[in-house]
């Protein structure tokens, strides 16, 4: 398996405009989480799916941010519309359970919002 | 909620021995992960412990305290390469809550 993907790897966009991220799991894994990561706040878990489903989005920081996983193999990290505040590497990574299994990371995607 | 307290730096020189410490404090706990994370790149697994004691792989090894909520890794004959930051992480239920991460600079 290639690992987890992530998809874009760099984007910069202008405050306001819709941002979407991408992420292929790792085929056979059940869990897909979503981090932001930046200096002030360190890896920050934003949500999680357990067999595609959303189990836990305590971490979205506001309604801008939305996520969804229409299949095993894809997930979508949406911010509309996008604030400077934003900018931040986001990773997406994957289990093949929940507790006790190693997390595969992706190779992130560094947002710039100016 | 869930809370991790790591040191914010750590610096070695080449050879030595160094240990990140790590306190948590956390409902529904099922064990403590380690990982390590270089600059630009993602984070990569190193251990788990789901129960009290150390647990060793290679150069590394990692301890865990239920009753203390702690543990740390133990990181020996450190090599150059080794310079990194490094982060325990929480398993809570499906969860996995990351600490704010250990920077270690290892001198020549």
């Known amino acids: 398996d290639a690992g987890v993907i992530q998809s874009p790897r760099h984007e910069v966009t202008e405050m306001g405009q819709e941002v979407t991220l991408r992420c292929k799991p790792i085929?056979?894994?059940?869990?897909l989480f979503w981090y932001r990561q930046t200096m002030m706040r360190g890896l920050e878990l934003l949500i999680y799916?357990?067999?595609?489903?959303?189990?836990?989005d305590s971490g979205m920081p506001e309604d801008r941010f939305s996520a969804k996983m229409p299949n095993a193999s894809f997930s979508t990290l949406k911010i509309q519309p996008s604030e400077p505040r934003d900018s931040a590497v986001y990773f997406c990574?994957?289990?093949?359970?929940?507790?006790?299994?190693?997390?595969?990371f992706g190779q992130g995607t560094r947002l710039t919002v100016v | 909620g869930q809370s991790l307290e790591q040191p914010s730096e750590v610096t070695a020189v080449e050879g030595a021995i160094v240990q990140i410490n790590c306190t948590y404090q956390?409902?529904?706990?099922?064990?403590l992960s380690w990982y390590q994370q270089h600059d630009g790149g993602a984070p990569t697994f190193l251990s788990y412990?789901?129960?009290?004691g150390l647990e060793e792989t290679g150069r590394f090894s990692s301890f865990l305290s239920r009753s203390d909520s702690y543990g740390y890794l133990l990181l020996q004959e450190l090599q150059m390469k080794d310079s990194a930051s490094y982060f325990c992480?929480?398993?809570?239920?499906?969860?996995?809550?990351f600490g704010q991460g250990t920077t270690l600079q290892v001198k020549p």
């Open positions: 956390t409902s529904g706990f099922y064990g």
């Open positions: 799916f357990n067999n595609n489903v959303p189990i836990d």
């Open positions: 412990n789901a129960l009290d």
């Open positions: 085929s056979g894994h059940d869990y």
């Open positions: 990574a994957s289990s093949e359970t929940g507790a006790g299994t190693e997390a595969f």
């Open positions: 992480a929480v398993h809570n239920t499906g969860k996995l809550i």
